[in-house]
């Protein structure tokens, strides 16, 4: 999947933890998340997208890249968060240069 660049901040929900990073890139189907303390591999998290309408989307973790952040897909149950995910990586598509 294409992935476009972007600079959004989010909550993740991991257990009782709330904890704070920035989504650096976005395709359809996942995400790469800087991250001071990235989670390990196969984690899973449920994070809000700090949008003009916000979207809450469950996430796990794929890949992990160390001092940097994690690789995570998106897995988008509810339709109206699907569509409004979509609609956001749709924005971004638009945005890239050429």
């Given at each position: 999947m294409p992935r476009f660049a972007c600079n959004v901040e989010l909550e993740?929900?991991?257990?009782?933890?709330?904890?704070?990073?920035r989504i650096c890139?976005?395709?359809a189907n996942g995400m790469f998340i800087e991250a001071a303390d990235p989670l390990w591999v196969g984690a899973?998290?449920?994070?809000?997208?700090?949008?003009?309408?916000p979207v809450q989307v469950d996430c796990f973790v794929r890949r992990i890249e160390?001092?940097?952040?994690?690789?995570?897909?998106?897995?988008?149950?509810?339709?109206?968060?699907?569509?409004?995910?979509?609609?956001?990586?749709?924005?971004l598509a638009r945005s890239e240069p050429g």
């Open positions: 993740m929900e991991w257990g009782s933890a709330r904890l704070r990073g890139d976005a395709s899973g998290f449920r994070a809000r997208l700090a949008l003009a309408e160390p001092g940097r952040g994690m690789g995570v897909s998106v897995a988008l149950a509810e339709e109206g968060a699907r569509r409004h995910y979509q609609k956001f990586v749709q924005s």
